[in-house]
């Protein structure tokens, strides 16, 4: 289906089911009054949901006095009061988050409040020892460090990456399909589904799965976003408008990752930015994202990861006071998305699955210089550029700010250590080696 035509049927049922009454639509209820958070009940559980999803994948962050980083758990603390306070129920986490350490600091603020006002989301990030002793050990690890006897949403790990050999391995073969069945049944798991990074015929093989009872998931996420809609690359990720259309048609609730894209899609390039404030003066680029996934009838939860108050405060007004997009606003970020292609973005998502790299180089940090430079406009793309020299120097000095020399991309050797942990399957070290490459030439003016 076309996405003009989808959007047509799509967008006209999501502006209807937001502004239903809860028994209205199957999946997409619970309108926002005035400074309330809008809900969406689960069809499969019944659970009310928050539109707004806590994504603790980026947990505030401080030295530990050891040349490390740790989580701020004061800081963790205050958010998560304040996002329960305003309707935020929903909270996504997982073993591989932070190195480690997102579970911990979730599990201790979240302790602090009635089990019964919110929702735990981890998963089985078993991507390294798949043995069925080390995956059920991180299994009950997590029922530990989040000071939980149940998860309300437990996730197989992105799967999709490597297809059926690579689900069979991590899944099947170890028993922990038949584990994790077992455990649902005993109420442990509430909602037992998977989160998706892969190609269009990886997707299929897990469709086909459910449609043929082998394997019957209760909820699916999926990164989705209005660049990602309809300019994923096709290979290493298939576009959102036919994972969206995949899930609703089998009635398949719908937790959305990366709305904002790694954060790019709250600091656009400033013509469009410019574009943006013409039409809604007083709304912020992240809002239009947020609202686009939110025009979906079928998503259940849209995930942010809030590093400060700040966002928190910010997302929890959007979605306390949500509108839906019009088909004409869909339209404008159709066009949206296509100047976003012309922008030669790394497509990092900050997830820092990659790190640490073994070499010390900061890979996320590389890559988020690399693309902010890009889209506010201070990359230097020839010497003939006007402002030329300021644009080299602003490049240069930022990046020596922002990443320490010895951890910069210049150091890669091409292990390829990282490459089996990018959700995006980034060539990274390819990628470090362009980026390499063009600071020599900018400091040797080569350009």
């Keep these: 289906m076309k996405r003009r035509d989808f959007i047509k049927i799509s967008g006209a049922a999501a502006v209807a089911a937001a502004c239903a009454p809860k028994s209205a639509v199957s999946g997409a209820n619970a309108p926002a009054s005035e400074g309330k958070m809008l809900t969406r009940v689960n069809p499969v559980s019944g659970d009310e949901v928050s539109l707004l999803g806590f994504g603790c994948m980026r947990w505030p962050m401080v030295d530990d006095g050891k040349g490390g980083k740790i989580i701020d758990q004061e800081a963790v603390n205050e958010m998560v009061d304040y996002a329960l306070e305003h309707g935020v129920n929903y909270f996504d986490t997982s073993p591989a988050y932070l190195m480690g350490q997102s579970e911990k600091a979730a599990g201790e603020a979240l302790r602090r409040h009635p089990r019964e006002s919110y929702f735990i989301a981890t998963k089985l990030s078993n991507f390294g020892d798949q043995s069925p002793e080390a995956s059920i050990r991180m299994y009950h690890d997590s029922l530990e460090q989040l000071h939980t006897d149940y998860f309300d949403y437990y996730l197989l790990h992105s799967?999709?990456?490597?297809?059926?050999?690579?689900?069979?391995?991590?899944?099947?073969?170890?028993?922990?399909?038949?584990?994790?069945?077992?455990?649902?049944?005993a109420g442990r798991i509430r909602n037992l589904g998977f989160s998706f990074h892969g190609a269009k015929?990886?997707?299929?093989?897990?469709?086909?799965?459910?449609?043929?009872?082998?394997?019957?998931?209760?909820?699916?996420?999926i990164e989705m976003n209005y660049v990602d809609w309809a300019h994923a690359d096709g290979v290493r990720n298939v576009n959102a408008d036919y994972l969206y259309a995949e899930l609703d048609k089998r009635g398949i609730p719908i937790v959305i990752m990366e709305p904002l894209l790694g954060g790019r899609l709250a600091n656009v390039?400033?013509?469009?930015?410019r574009q943006m404030k013409q039409r809604e003066p007083d709304r912020s680029a992240a809002s239009w994202a947020f609202r686009f996934c939110g025009s979906y009838p079928r998503v259940l939860c849209i995930l942010s990861g809030m590093t400060s108050m700040d966002p928190l405060t910010e997302n929890v007004q959007t979605f306390s006071n949500f509108q839906p997009l019009t088909e004409e606003e869909l339209d404008f970020l159709q066009r949206v998305a296509d100047q976003m292609t012309e922008y030669p973005l790394v497509n990092c998502t900050n997830c820092k699955y990659c790190m640490p790299c073994p070499w010390g180089i900061d890979i996320p940090g590389t890559f988020q210089h690399y693309n902010r430079a890009l889209t506010e406009g201070t990359y230097a793309r020839s010497a003939e550029q006007k402002d030329y020299l300021k644009l080299k120097r602003t490049y240069l000095i930022s990046y020596d700010r922002a990443v320490a020399s010895v951890r910069q991309a210049h150091h890669c050797i091409g292990c390829g250590q990282c490459l089996p942990h990018c959700p995006q399957s980034i060539p990274i070290p390819t990628e470090l080696r362009r980026i390499a490459d063009y600071v020599d030439r900018l400091k040797q003016d080569t350009l």
């Design 159 to 185: 799967i999709g990456r490597g297809g059926k050999d690579a689900f069979n391995r991590r899944y099947v073969e170890n028993g922990m399909i038949e584990f994790l069945r077992k455990e649902k049944a």
């Design 269 to 273: 390039p400033a013509r469009i930015q």
């Design 201 to 221: 015929h990886e997707f299929d093989y897990f469709m086909e799965l459910y449609d043929s009872g082998e394997q019957v998931w209760d909820f699916c996420q």
